[in-house]
């Protein structure tokens, strides 16, 4: 009897595999899946995933999170609660994401964290990643570079065919110690710039319309 219980969820897994791609023939990604509960909603023509929900495809990208929702008719899973994306070139984790598997675009809100290949960590409040092109644009950016330096902006976009990341109305320091007694952005020395572009292969960055701030205090300009 456990036996056939084993089999039945092996073929009802199999079936949503097939499910999710039999209407996608664009799609190169073959995802299968599982969770401790799955259930298909023929009315509503979704699939329903709770606890330790999991969609691993053939070429070895994975998506988990606490709840996965597919929606059959959009081609899209949505995920709910310790959400992550791996792909073996980066690490993206929010509290949820929606995921277009025919155009290959994730939406991360809440909490979210890119780690690159170089262990580049971006944190932002929302982040749109495009998987072919392996860039993505975000809000409320906050980098720390595998150099120990940091950067934050009300908007970034980084790029990992190109390697560089572009900042708006940004703040750069190297300083281990970025915030005061108040949690406020207060390091010993910093660069408060209209825009900012670091190119990580040729090491280099570059402000424009920038001020030297010692303690936050605005010493030096530099356009």
């Not at 039999?22 to 509960?37: P, V």
């Not at 915030?179 to 207060?186: E, G, L, P, S």
Request: charged share 25%.
């Amino acid at each position: 009897m456990i036996e056939n219980k084993i089999i039945f969820k092996k073929i009802i897994c199999i079936l949503f595999a097939i499910l999710i791609f039999q209407n996608s023939s664009f799609a190169k990604d073959i995802y299968e899946i599982t969770a401790k509960k799955v259930t298909y909603d023929d009315n509503k023509n979704i699939i329903v995933a709770k606890g330790d929900a999991l969609a691993v495809s053939n070429l070895g990208k994975t998506v988990s999170s606490d709840k996965m929702i597919y929606y059959k008719n959009q081609n899209l899973i949505e995920t709910f609660g310790s959400s992550q994306f791996k792909d073996g070139k980066i690490i993206l984790t929010a509290n949820n994401f929606k995921y277009d598997i025919q155009i290959k675009t994730i939406e991360a809100i809440k909490n979210v964290v890119l780690i690159d290949a170089e262990q580049n960590k971006y944190l932002f409040s929302f982040f749109k990643y495009f998987e072919n092109e392996e860039k993505g644009f975000g809000d409320n950016m906050k980098a720390y570079l595998n150099d120990g330096s940091y950067l934050e902006s009300e908007t970034g976009q980084t790029n990992n065919k190109t390697e560089i990341t572009r900042l708006n109305k940004a703040k750069y320091t190297t300083c281990s110690n970025i915030v005061d007694k108040n949690n406020k952005f207060c390091p010993t020395w910093s660069m408060k710039s209209s825009s900012t572009t670091h190119n990580k292969k040729k090491k280099k960055i570059v402000h424009k319309n920038a001020f030297l701030r010692i303690k936050n205090i605005p010493v030096l300009y530099s356009p």
